[in-house]
């Protein structure tokens, strides 16, 4: 999902191996204050697919998930499952269709 360049000292390879969120302060534009931002919101994961629950992520988490989320659409799709979490993936995915043909016609439209 994110592509980090231009590396400090860190190879790709050892990128996609990584163990801890802390070695991130060997890629180039990475300090500590940055990357303790970033810890509420990065795990390391192994490198295959890992699922995130979307009743529990927070929206910072969803916008980096969802392609063209803003961040605004994201805190509105939070606030909406706290009054009722999603039954299933298959729910959650009507909200976004829903949220993509609301932004297409304000597009249209307005």
Request: proline fraction near 5%; charge should be positive; glycine fraction near 2%.
């Amino acid at each position: 999902m994110f592509i980090i360049l231009p590396w400090r000292s860190l190879t790709a390879r050892q990128i996609v191996h990584m163990v801890e969120l802390a070695e991130l302060a060997q890629v180039k534009g990475f300090d500590s204050r940055t990357i303790e931002k970033l810890r509420a919101f990065v795990s390391i994961l192994p490198v295959s697919r890992t699922p995130v629950n979307v009743n529990f992520a927070p929206a910072e988490v969803l916008v980096g998930l969802i392609e063209d989320l803003t961040l605004s659409d994201a805190r509105l799709i939070v606030q909406q499952r706290q009054g009722q979490p999603y039954k299933d993936i298959a729910d959650f995915k009507q909200t976004l269709a829903a949220w993509r043909d609301k932004r297409l016609w304000m597009a249209i439209f307005l």
